[in-house]
Structure formats: structure tokens, C-alpha cells
């Protein structure tokens, strides 16, 4: 009998079911295939995982029909999806999902297309006689046939399509019947690959020459690899330094040995130019598989790739499941992205699947980037992933100096506007010249922190380590998004006792206002989650900034991403501040991510750049670092940082977020956080909570968290056992529970 796991992602079915294999379908079931099943009086469709020979079920009940006879996965794959269930505490089905191909599940399945075609019956010589014999009295009928012949000589075995056939042709499908009557041509579906348009970016498809550093880099992981030496690397380059060509090398070695590679990237839609230096370099041979794609392409290039059609796969986070045969290279480019995270479950994290899927097929997997993770970059230091560096860009120019302005002495020049002078000079300069400008803000709308004009003070919980987060009813107060500790706002500065502790927060909309009031003449956009929501819209403004039709852009972290405008000589950051206190224990990786990043943009064209930094804490360690290029000194300081406070990659973390309607999750939460405390006993973890989430209203729905620390194990396992405690409050209300182990940040 064959074991099922059927497609009901609810709790209470997450296990084996068992199922009789009828005589008609005994020689086809195999595991991975998709089936049809009854299931408590309806018919789901559901997974084959196995087979067993006895069950204690008294009355099985037969498998209905086989819905994908090619299977979706292997055992290799099954046990890929086993190994993510224990990792992120998910559901089986919810695993299996993640190794079907996209869009072949759910109500709407695409399945592959089929349209109607036409194919030659009759051999060659009688073919040929037949075209001759007509060509007078039926030239349309003459003109199928010479096409069918055509396609046939050219080795081509496959129908041609009706539609193609008459658009080649003009033959009406009475010429096609007139010729089927005789035995000629028959009718036959022809399978269509519906493939996505390649982006319209042009790339040097031949090999560039690799600079001596690049050289250096890439002996050294391929004569480890050669060795077999298997630890993952970590591929640290600075911006422009030439990491695409080491990965190019490095899958054209990965092909020559016959295997397979897998390319991730963070987002496909932001970094055309990657899926086009792949596919240029290696023609016909890279299928892309991105949330950008209609859902019939996404199903034809996985559909490639399990057929072996495809040997290198370029896709993002999802991607990391894709079918590639013989798998011989993983590479995760720009690792320490959060968007490589998951944020539904399974909450899984790329980088993490990338290493165990490398791990088990014995490939090699790198890791890339110019600001890894810490997590990474511990790893390195460890000696468990080996480290190596890309110091120099490869056009051979200096990284642009990064400047940073101290606000607190604007403030006391009697500045108050949030551009400092320094600023305002070198915007007015940059259009003076006819340059653009960049000018970034923090995510838009997020909750504001106090923080003194004078000093630069900023009010954090002392017991978590982040930063208060201020508001302003029903009267003003302080709240510690993590343990929930309440505080009055302070009258006066804790650090300098000035009276200048304000709530801070900027949006780009008021940017954009202001610079328009200080310079009427030029053209500003903004860009954000607000302006660029609209698909295509992105690239719009992209294209308007390229043609040179915008004079300044202001805009969110997003727009750092595949940021390369030649004529960008002047990139701003407003307020470091606003990234270095969202009250999250990552807050100051990402501002030195951020801030080594866009110092990377500046400058790119002819013109050396100019970043600007502006920020009421200059001394801090992470603005300190970037402004000097100096990671090893950041991430001396923020290793120390987490393990002071108990953080990852220290520390494991699982947050257990509750969400549902207004005014019925506060109590939900305080439940979870029952169950978790009574299951916590004698296991060595701390429980934080529960609190209401930093970002509490999401999309109309309130949030409230619970924060379980420990080490190894047991943050999971007490989440685990806490699972069973509080099922019964799920879905009561419209309540929701998720687990999310190793969160990439806490908001
Ligand atoms: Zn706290
Ligand atoms: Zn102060
Ligand atoms: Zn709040």
C-alpha cells in the first residue's frame, strides 16, 4: 500500500496516511508523484512518500488516480523535505510543496501546454511524391507538407503546431484533414514551453579577463574543491570587484564535470543583469525561476530543469528546491539578504537550505557577498566555511570616500533642517553640473525612537538591548517591543541632560517636499515601496533615471538594490539613525551593510562619487567602520554586541508570533506565552514576552510575539512541545500562530 501524505495543511493531518494501490494503477504509483485520494468523505490531492507492507488500518481505502505520473521529487528530495520540517518545525506537506514545481498545486494547477499540432504520417519518399503530385492543383496542401518535411529533416521528431503551421503556410485545417484523409499527416498535441523573455540587458557572453586577484581567488577554491575539500566558502568582495565572473568560471568547471549548478540571487526583478550574464555566457543551457514569471513559464523552466534539459538554474529564494540533476555547485550570492528568508511557513532561510542540499550531494557551495552576515562571517573565522576576499574593484578605482556628517553640530550652528549644510552644498553642486543624486531614507512609515538632537542619545530598554520605541497615545510613553517594559518619557536627555530628546523618523515623502522647496527647478522622484508597488513600475523609474529625466531620486534601501547609474555622483543618507535604531538586534549589521553598500553605487561612471552620511551618532561603531571599509573592525564590535546580549548567531532564537483581528490577540498571546513558559521548565532557555510585536499593525492584523533563547536544541524543542498546548487556541477568533525559528529580524 502506498503512504500519502495528503495536501491539508492543517495540524491535525500531519502525518502518514495510508492507502490501497488498485490493480490499474499498481505498475505506475511511484514515490513523488501527486495523487488523488479520498479523505474524510471528499478527495484531496496528496503526495506519495513511500510504500509499506502492513498497516494496522482495518479498512484502507484505494488511491483514486495519479495526478503528475512524473514524479515531483526523489528520496533525496523526500529527505531534504524531513530535514526542513525538524529544522523549521513545519508542516511534512508544507515541505513537499516547496519541491513541487511552482504553480502545480492548488485549485489551478498549471499543468504543461498542450496545443494541437500536426505530424507527418507517411515516410519521406512518399511525402516528397505526394508535395510534387499536389503542388499544381493544391499549393496550400504542397506548402504543408514541404514545412512538415522541412522540420523533419532538421532532425526535429516533435508535431508542429497547428497555429504555426497555418501562419507558415495560410493553409486552412481543411488542407490538414484533406492530407490526414489520405494518411499523410496526422493530428498530435504538441507540448509549448512557454519561456520568459529574456531581459533586455546586453552582457559580454565571452569569458572577461580575470584580474590577478580574481585569479588568485579562484584557484583557491577550485584547487580546495579539487582536493576535496568541501567546506562551504565565503566570497568576500567589495562592490564591483568581480564575483559574477568567479561564479561563471566556477559553473562553467561545475558543467565540464558533468554536473549541475544552482545560482541564487535575492531577487531576480532587481538584478536583471545577472540572469543575463548567465544566459549569455551559457546559451540555451540556464532556466530562471523568480516570482516575476507568469505561472506557466515558472512551470516550463522547472519542467526543464527535472528533465535535464537545463543544467544551471539562476532563481531566487524558492529556487534553492529546484530539481537540478547531479547537483555540483551552490552559490548564494548577496548571503546576507533578508529576503533570502521565508516569511511564511516553512520559514526557511536560502542560505541554510543551499548548505544542507550542498552538503548532501556532496557540492560545493559559496557564499557571496561584500557584507556577509555575521553569521557567516563566524562561521569563516571558525575555520568551518573557508574565507576568501576580494579587496579591490576590478576597474582598479578607490572605493569613494564615505563622509560623515555629525548632526548634533548642525543642530548647535542652529541647523535644524535635516539636511546639513555639507549636504545642501554638494546637492547643489551635483545639479549645478548636471549629475544626479541619490538621497536614502530607512523604510517608510516605521515607528519612531528618542533621540537627542544634542547628543545623539537614543533611549533603549536596558534589560534587551534595542532601542524604545515611542508613542504618542493614548499619552506619551516608551515601550520595549521585545519584553514588553514600559517607560515614561524622559523630560530631559539620561546621557547629556539637554532638553532635546525628540521622537525621530523621517518619510521619503517629506524628503522629496523638502528638496523640491530648496531647489524648485530640479526633478525629483521618489522611489519606494508606495511608487514602485505597480509591477514594471521599478523598472520605469529605473529607465526615466538612466535617460536622465530625474535630477534626484529619493527612495528606501530598495533602490540600493541594483543601483548602477553612471551619472550618480552624489549619494546621501539622510539619517543613518533611523536604520541603526529600528529596534532590532540587527539593526547595526544592516546600517554597515546599507552604508558599505551604497558607498559601493556612488561614482560608478567617469566622475569619482561622493557619499554624505548624516547621523547624530557618529561614533558609532557600525557608521565608524563603514565609513573607513573596515569589516573586520565592525564585526569584532558586533560579535561582541551579540554575545553580550544573547543573539544570534550566538544564541539560538525562535519567536513565536501570534496575529489575528484587533483586540483578540493580546490574550491569545498571553496563552502561547503560558504554554511555552510551562514547557521551558528545566530546559536552559530564556522566554521574553509576550510583547506586542515592533510592528505591531500589519496589514490589519495586530501582532504580538514571544521570544524563546537558548542554545542548540532547545529554543525548538520547547516551541515544539508549547505547539501541542496551544492548538487548541488556533483559528479561535481568527487567531493565528507562527513559528519562526532562526527570524531574521524581530519587527
Ligand atoms: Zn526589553
Ligand atoms: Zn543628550
Ligand atoms: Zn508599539
Known amino acids: 500500500?502506498?503512504?500519502?501524505?495528503?495536501?491539508?495543511?492543517?495540524?491535525?493531518?500531519?502525518?502518514?496516511?495510508?492507502?490501497?494501490?488498485?490493480?490499474?494503477?499498481?505498475?505506475?504509483?511511484?514515490?513523488?508523484?501527486?495523487?488523488?485520494?479520498?479523505?474524510?468523505?471528499?478527495?484531496?490531492?496528496?503526495?506519495?512518500?513511500?510504500?509499506?507492507?502492513?498497516?494496522?488500518?482495518?479498512?484502507?481505502?484505494?488511491?483514486?488516480?495519479?495526478?503528475?505520473?512524473?514524479?515531483?521529487?526523489?528520496?533525496?528530495?523526500?529527505?531534504?523535505?524531513?530535514?526542513l520540517c525538524e529544522r523549521y518545525l513545519c508542516l511534512r506537506v508544507e515541505a513537499l510543496r516547496c519541491l513541487a514545481p511552482p504553480g502545480a498545486t492548488g485549485p489551478e494547477a498549471v499543468r504543461a501546454r498542450l496545443v494541437p499540432g500536426w505530424r507527418l504520417t507517411a515516410d519521406e519518399a512518399t511525402a516528397r511524391a505526394a508535395m510534387e503530385e499536389l503542388l499544381a492543383r493544391a499549393p496550400k496542401q504542397a506548402a504543408v507538407l514541404a514545412l512538415l518535411l522541412q522540420a523533419a529533416a532538421g532532425g526535429d521528431t516533435r508535431p508542429l503546431p497547428a497555429a504555426e503551421i497555418r501562419r507558415r503556410t495560410g493553409a486552412p485545417s481543411s488542407s490538414l484533414k484533406a492530407l490526414a484523409q489520405r494518411g499523410l499527416v496526422q493530428p498530435e498535441a504538441v507540448r509549448i514551453e512557454r519561456e520568459p523573455a529574456a531581459p533586455r540587458v546586453h552582457e559580454p557572453a565571452a569569458p572577461l579577463t580575470l584580474t590577478a586577484e580574481q585569479e588568485a581567488a579562484l584557484a583557491a577554491i577550485t584547487s580546495a574543491r579539487r582536493e576535496g575539500d568541501l567546506r562551504p566558502v565565503l566570497l568576500q568582495g567589495v562592490t564591483g570587484s568581480g564575483k559574477t565572473e568567479i561564479y561563471l568560471r566556477l559553473v562553467a568547471e561545475t558543467l565540464a564535470a558533468g554536473r549541475g549548478a544552482l545560482v541564487l540571487v535575492p531577487e531576480i526583478a532587481l538584478t536583471p543583469q545577472t540572469f543575463a550574464r548567465f544566459s549569455a555566457r551559457f546559451p540555451g543551457q540556464v532556466a530562471v525561476l523568480h516570482s516575476g514569471l507568469g505561472a506557466g513559464e515558472r512551470f516550463d523552466q522547472w519542467e526543464r530543469v527535472a528533465r535535464g534539459h537545463a543544467p544551471i538554474v539562476v532563481g531566487a529564494r524558492s529556487a534553492v528546491f529546484a530539481p537540478v540533476r547531479d547537483l555540483g555547485l551552490v552559490i548564494v550570492d548577496e548571503e546576507h539578504e533578508t529576503s533570502y528568508k521565508q516569511e511564511e511557513s516553512p520559514r526557511y532561510h536560502a542560505r541554510e537550505v543551499a548548505l544542507e542540499r550542498a552538503r548532501r550531494a556532496g557540492a560545493l557551495c559559496v557564499l557571496g557577498s561584500a557584507t556577509p552576515s555575521l553569521e557567516s562571517y563566524v562561521q569563516a573565522r571558525a575555520g568551518r566555511f573557508r574565507l576568501v576576499r576580494l579587496t579591490r574593484r576590478v576597474d582598479g578605482r578607490e572605493l569613494p570616500p564615505v563622509e560623515v556628517v555629525d548632526m548634533r553640530a548642525e543642530m548647535v550652528a542652529g541647523n535644524r533642517s535635516i539636511f546639513s549644510r555639507r549636504l545642501t552644498e554638494a546637492l547643489r553642486e551635483c545639479l549645478a553640473r548636471g549629475r544626479q543624486a541619490v538621497l536614502f531614507l530607512n523604510r517608510r512609515g516605521f515607528s519612531q525612537f528618542m533621540l537627542c538632537r544634542e547628543c545623539g542619545h537614543v533611549v533603549r530598554c536596558p534589560d534587551c538591548a534595542v532601542s524604545y520605541t515611542y508613542h504618542a497615545a493614548p499619552t506619551e510613553h516608551l515601550r520595549c517591543h521585545y519584553c514588553d517594559g514600559l517607560h515614561p518619557v524622559p523630560a530631559r536627555c539620561p546621557q547629556c541632560g539637554g532638553p532635546y530628546l525628540r521622537p525621530f523618523g523621517a518619510g521619503t515623502q517629506r524628503v522629496e517636499t523638502l528638496v523640491q522647496e530648496l531647489f524648485p527647478h530640479a526633478r525629483v522622484r521618489r522611489m519606494d515601496l508606495d511608487t514602485t508597488a505597480r509591477k514594471g513600475s521599478h523598472t520605469a523609474l529605473f529607465e526615466a533615471v538612466r535617460r536622465g529625466d530625474v535630477d534626484v531620486i529619493v527612495g528606501t534601501q530598495m533602490v540600493a538594490k541594483g543601483l548602477d547609474f553612471p551619472n550618480v555622483t552624489l549619494v546621501g543618507v539622510v539619517a543613518a539613525d533611523s536604520t541603526l535604531h529600528v529596534p532590532d538586534f540587527r539593526a547595526a549589521e544592516r546600517t554597515f551593510q546599507l552604508l558599505t553598500q551604497v558607498g559601493g553605487r556612488a561614482g560608478r561612471g567617469a566622475d569619482p562619487g561622493r557619499v554624505i552620511v548624516q547621523t547624530y551618532q557618529p561614533n558609532h561603531y557600525s557608521i565608524v567602520a563603514a565609513r573607513a571599509y573596515d569589516d573586520e573592525g565592525f564585526y569584532r564590535r558586533e560579535a561582541a554586541y551579540r554575545q553580550a546580549g544573547g543573539y544570534p548567531p550566538f544564541t539560538a532564537l525562535v519567536r513565536i508570533l501570534i496575529s489575528g483581528p484587533e483586540g483578540v490577540v493580546a490574550e491569545a498571546a498571553k496563552a502561547v506565552a503560558q504554554a511555552v513558559r510551562q514547557c521551558a521548565v528545566g530546559v536552559d532557555v530564556t522566554v521574553s514576552g509576550p510583547a506586542p510585536a515592533p510592528l505591531q499593525r500589519l496589514r490589519g492584523r495586530e501582532r504580538w510575539h514571544v521570544i524563546i533563547k537558548g542554545q542548540g536544541d532547545g529554543p525548538r524543542q520547547v516551541a515544539m512541545a508549547a505547539r501541542e498546548m496551544w492548538r487548541p487556541l488556533l483559528g479561535r477568533g481568527g487567531v493565528s500562530v507562527a513559528i519562526d525559528v532562526d527570524p531574521v529580524s524581530l519587527l
Open 1 to 83: 500500500m502506498a503512504e500519502v501524505i495528503v495536501d491539508v495543511p492543517v495540524p491535525g493531518v500531519d502525518r502518514v496516511f495510508h492507502y490501497l494501490v488498485p490493480e490499474t494503477l499498481a505498475a505506475r504509483v511511484r514515490v513523488g508523484q501527486r495523487v488523488l485520494v479520498p479523505f474524510g468523505g471528499r478527495r484531496v490531492e496528496g503526495y506519495v512518500v513511500g510504500f509499506a507492507a502492513e498497516t494496522n488500518v482495518s479498512r484502507l481505502k484505494p488511491l483514486l488516480a495519479i495526478r503528475s505520473e512524473d514524479p515531483f521529487f526523489d528520496t533525496d528530495g523526500l529527505a531534504l523535505a524531513q530535514w
